[in-house]
């Protein structure tokens, strides 16, 4: 069973940055899509970026702001985060899917347990 663990959340203040990394306990990278999502309370799971072999791909509430980076070798996936805003605030999430990059939640099958950025204004 593929594992995904989260790492690198914490509380910050608008405009500064932040990098989360996820690590995979195996070589899912190679044979997966690999993605970021999150949730803030009372609203449904968003997806903010995704990465194929060949492709990667950036939800429209963060574009130009977050970046994902992923290297298959240390099975490793991080979302460089930028810029950030107050509606930023969520937890987010590292999923890995069968296919290629979708942004329902559902095209997912492996999620980590997820780490909580918290911006301030």
């Known amino acids: 069973q593929v594992r995904l663990i989260e790492s690198g959340g914490g509380l910050v203040q608008a405009g500064d940055s932040l990098r989360l990394s996820c690590e995979a306990s195996?070589?899912?990278?190679?044979?997966?899509?690999m993605a970021w999502f999150r949730q803030a309370p009372g609203q449904e799971r968003e997806f903010v970026a995704g990465?194929?072999?060949?492709?990667?791909y950036t939800g429209r509430s963060v574009k130009g702001r977050f970046a994902i980076f992923r290297d298959n070798n240390e099975n490793t996936v991080a979302l460089q985060m930028d810029d950030l805003k107050p509606e930023d605030t969520a937890v987010y999430y590292c999923?890995?899917?069968?296919?290629?990059?979708?942004?329902?939640?559902?095209?997912?099958?492996?999620w980590g347990q997820g780490t909580q950025v918290t911006v301030s204004s």
């Open positions: 195996e070589r899912a990278s190679e044979f997966y899509a």
């Open positions: 999923a890995a899917g069968p296919r290629g990059v979708v942004t329902d939640p559902s095209g997912y099958a492996v």
């Open positions: 990465t194929s072999r060949t492709a990667r």
